[in-house]
């Protein structure tokens, strides 16, 4: 049994957000074999009260307030270092002393430490030489960045954003030349990560679903229902969202109007265009999605940015759903076009393939049938934890290899 030591960004329990459940999970199987001692950042809207489950499985948990998050001031300073130096802005808002400190002595006694999320990282200064370091990552985070400021329409949110893309990429590289091993969501990420640095170790380990929870209901869904399931404070949500409702949505209307889009999540600030409020209902936040999800006939996943694997996507399979999705929106899951899943990424195709299944019960069941038994053949939990340990079995036998030289250049721009 090894001693690991993880670093999160927010506390991953309760999973209540797909980065959230993807920690969650790996650090389960973690603990499944190890001593798991979790250093974890808390945000203003985690709820620790509820987080029972998470000290029972860890050895420890200690948690750290994001600095930007409590102090204007903190938050001044952050946003002056993301424009004034090379460091970027989502790694200068986990600047925590605290949380240093904690790692350096900590960090001693480790066989492992694991980074969740990649401005973690900037902290691997604090491991000593000899000490194997992972990090597990979501998403290509400069790609994602590259798309978002690409699509977004406020100028001075667009400028900003750009020019954050060079820092974060050469920040990214030097992570992945910095880590003994990474984890990708998929394939395609994988391929971006070698692409950064062609000799980084980096294992796929596919984001899952838990099956035993998540199960096809025994009613049949209300033939006229659509349903997106995210929250619009994750910028691929909102802007896919928005996709949606302005330019797919009255092309379905106008041929069937009594159609109905549910939007279960977050959703504070969304504005609802005028034209389709009518006929869209906000859930919000709920404890249960799934009886939501259920009385939907066709799942939509309208994203147009984004990197990694959707766990929403995965939990519609799951729960044996119908999916309408582009390209993005279920990159690096197998589904499978007119099979498992109906792919369309411009808006008249979209509103085709989801008009296609509202008028054909029979075909939204047969896509329904085949998307759960992709997810039950790929992607339970458990059969992923599996690959995740065997990934880290070499690291925690002794074959580290000696820290780079880019480790002097990560600590150059550290948090």
């Known amino acids: ?34 001593e798991v001692t979790l250093l974890s950042f808390q945000r203003n809207d985690d709820l620790p009260a509820e987080a ?17 998050e409590r102090s204007r001031g903190a938050l001044a300073r952050a946003l002056l270092r993301g424009t004034l130096t090379p460091t970027p802005f989502l790694v200068a808002k986990y600047d925590s002393t605290a949380l240093r400190e ?8 480790a066989d492992l430490v694991h980074f969740d999320m990649l401005p973690l990282i900037a902290h691997a200064d604090c491991v000593p030489e000899g000490v194997p370091v992972t990090l597990n990552a979501h998403n290509v985070e400069h790609r994602l960045l590259a798309t978002r400021a690409r699509i977004e329409t406020r100028g001075w949110a667009r400028r900003f954003l750009g020019s954050q893309v060079g820092k974060l990429e050469a920040f990214e590289r030097r992570a992945c030349e910095r880590a003994d091993a990474v984890l990708a969501c998929s394939d395609v990420d994988a391929q971006g990560l070698r692409e950064l640095v062609p000799d980084c170790t980096v294992h796929v380990v596919a984001n ?39 330019d797919v949505f009255p092309r379905i209307l106008a041929r069937r109007p009594g159609t109905r889009f549910a939007l279960v999540g977050k959703a504070d600030g969304f504005e609802i265009p005028e034209a389709v409020r009518a006929n ?6 709920v404890d249960d999605l799934r009886p939501h999800v259920h009385d939907a006939s066709v799942y939509v996943v309208p994203l147009r940015a984004g ?11 799951a729960l044996g759903k119908a999916i309408v999705t582009t390209s993005i929106g279920s990159e690096g899951i197998a589904l499978r076009h007119d099979r498992s899943a109906l792919y369309a990424d411009d808006a008249q195709a979209f509103a085709d393939a989801v ?11 047969e896509l329904g049938i085949e998307a759960r038994r992709l997810a039950e053949d790929e992607y339970g939990w458990e059969a992923i934890g599996a690959r995740l340990l065997r990934a880290y079995e070499p690291l925690l036998n002794g074959n580290v290899r000696p820290v780079r030289a880019a480790l002097a250049d990560l600590g150059a721009i550290e948090a």
């Open 307 to 317: 990197s990694g694997t959707r766990l929403k996507v995965l939990e519609a399979m």
């Open 355 to 365: 008009l296609s299944l509202l008028d054909s019960p029979v075909r939204v069941a």
């Open 1 to 34: 049994m090894a001693r690991i030591l993880a670093l999160t960004s927010r506390l991953p329990f309760p999973p209540r957000e797909g980065h959230q459940l993807r920690a969650w999970h790996v650090l389960r199987a973690l603990a499944s074999k190890h």
């Open 52 to 68: 029972a489950p998470l000290h029972a499985a860890m050895t420890r948990v200690e948690t750290f307030r994001i600095p930007a």
């Open 208 to 246: 899952g679903v838990d099956l035993e929870t998540n199960h096809p209901a025994a009613h049949a869904p209300d033939p006229d229902r659509l349903v997106f399931v995210g929250q619009m404070g994750w910028f691929p949500n909102r802007d896919g969202v928005d996709w949606f409702l302005r």
């Open 280 to 285: 869209v209902d906000l859930a919000g936040f």
């Open 102 to 109: 904690r790692l350096r002595a900590l960090a001693r006694d």
